[in-house]
């Protein structure tokens, strides 16, 4: 199993309510919340639990539209590759690996300390010694990371629109709804 999980933080809604297109791409041009992957019942980032109040949820702050177009760009590479990692962009040690054999993923969770270069690769050799933490060759079906990929992407941009449309002209959005277009 596959899930993407994330919240805009309650007072961003209230905001991009009232918000024109300008003041965004001066003062947000991304989407701030909480954030976490979902493989068969592990969280890859740690996700705030319901009760938490906003001020406590904001350390848990992550870059929601940051995560998506990465995870796009995981996607993509995966067409053309059986070997994809994507760096998280918080530190400089924790990777999340995914080795497509046939149409299964499986994925780990690597702790590689690099400090530069491209946040996704494509070249197992580097990580062949990484340590594997937490999410271990846990398998899923393609399919089922597509699936959740495309939806996913999809309510975002449905709830922004009900927020503002005017912010999803933002260059910030190009890439999702690309994708979210053209996976119908």
């Not at 991009?16 to 919340?33: C, H």
């Not at 709830?159 to 979210?180: D, M, R, V």
Request: net charge negative; with cysteine.
């Amino acid at each position: 199993m596959f899930d993407i999980k994330y919240e805009i933080f309650e007072d961003d809604i209230l905001e991009f309510r009232i918000i024109d297109l300008q003041t965004f791409k001066e003062e947000y041009n991304q989407i701030y919340g909480c954030f976490t992957i979902i493989i068969n019942g592990i969280e890859y980032l740690s996700y705030p639990s319901p009760e938490m109040g906003l001020e406590t949820k904001r350390i848990y702050s992550e870059l929601i539209l940051t995560h998506f177009d990465f995870l796009i760009d995981v996607y993509y590479q995966l067409q053309k590759n059986n070997y994809v990692v994507l760096k998280y962009i918080e530190n400089p040690q924790t990777w999340l690996e995914f080795i497509k054999e046939g149409n299964e993923l499986i994925v780990s969770q690597l702790n590689l300390e690099i400090h530069e270069g491209p946040l996704i690769r494509t070249k197992r050799k580097l990580f062949i010694n990484a340590l594997k933490e937490e999410i271990i060759n846990e398998t899923i079906l393609f399919g089922d990371f597509e699936k959740e990929l495309i939806s996913k992407s999809k309510e975002l941009i449905k709830t922004l629109q009900e927020l503002n449309k005017k912010i999803l002209t933002a260059n910030c959005f190009t890439k999702i709804k690309l994708f979210a277009a053209l996976k119908r």
